[in-house]
């Protein structure tokens, strides 16, 4: 049992390695203003060694939540006495939320992944065509859980990395497409994600030609730094609809927001603007 300190104001905050270039302070504080909730969120670079004790004296502290990112979203499982059925399918957890003494894992970004796609595009369409993930990492589980949960069942998945891809057919039902052939035979797809790294800042971009790609097909790029991506200009060229990744960041950061305070924060332009800004 952890000792909760009693403290007027909510405190949260965001724990990873390294964290100064994590956006989540700025989307909480911009939401606790707008929604007028008295808390703070503040970020602490915790090294790996020293995750288990930081984290519960923060705890002591009396924080009332924490999201986690990486390197740490798998570790902090042992440290929480229940986790979510998302987190426990994906095997991460990136919300924890301290109450009557016990931790509680969640994972938000299956939730952030699909509610961003909702957001931006008509998916009944989409859910009886095939659908392309790219990637195998852990933004692809995510992806995997919340397509698989919500009426996508024809699930492709290719990754440079082949055993990787094959490692996750133990908890997922895909079937797997080689890295080489990744953009061939594409015209029965209706959805594309890239859920690897390629295309971020100061990343090689996503190789991939959408010439096989059939002309109803949704391309959508969890990378948002930048927003519009190499592979997202590709497919703009070839008039694809296109869904950017900044949403999942902020749909994940409002379900935390929503288990800490219990309030359903607004994810308005001047937040996306806000966020994006170098
Ligand atoms: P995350 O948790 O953000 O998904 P990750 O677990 O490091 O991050 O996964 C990164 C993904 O990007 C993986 O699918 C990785 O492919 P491998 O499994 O083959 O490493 C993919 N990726 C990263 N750099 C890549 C590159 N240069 N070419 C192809 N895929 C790459």
Request: glycine share 6%.
């Amino acid at each position: 049992m952890i000792q909760e300190a009693k403290t007027p104001v909510k405190k949260a905050g965001v724990i990873g390695h390294p964290i100064a270039q994590s956006k989540s302070p700025i989307i909480h504080h911009y939401w606790m203003d707008k929604h007028g909730i008295d808390a703070s969120y503040t970020a602490h670079d915790i090294a790996s060694e020293n995750l288990e004790k930081d984290v519960r004296s923060l705890f002591q502290e009396g924080y009332l939540g924490l999201n986690v990112t990486v390197p740490h979203k798998e570790k902090i499982i042992d440290l929480c006495d229940d986790i979510d059925g998302a987190a426990k399918a994906i095997g991460a957890v990136n919300t924890l939320l301290c109450q009557d003494g016990k931790v509680k894992g969640f994972n938000t970004d299956a939730y952030g992944f699909l509610k961003n796609l909702e957001a931006q595009c008509n998916t009944e369409n989409l859910k009886d065509k095939k659908t392309l993930i790219l990637g195998a990492g852990g933004a692809a589980k995510a992806c995997l859980y919340a397509l698989s949960q919500n009426g996508f069942e024809n699930l492709t998945l290719s990754n440079r990395t082949k055993k990787r891809a094959e490692a996750l057919q133990n908890n997922f039902q895909f079937e797997i497409l080689d890295w080489e052939e990744k953009d061939q035979n594409l015209e029965d797809f209706g959805l594309i994600v890239n859920t690897t790294s390629l295309g971020m800042k100061a990343q090689a971009p996503l190789d991939f030609c959408f010439d096989d790609v059939s002309k109803s097909a949704v391309i959508y790029d969890i990378v948002y730094n930048p927003l519009i991506t190499d592979f997202l200009k590709r497919a703009q060229q070839k008039n694809l609809k296109i869904v950017t990744g900044i949403g999942m960041l902020l749909y994940q950061a409002a379900l935390s927001f929503d288990i800490w305070f219990g309030v359903k924060p607004d994810i308005d332009e001047a937040l996306q603007k806000k966020v994006l800004r170098p």
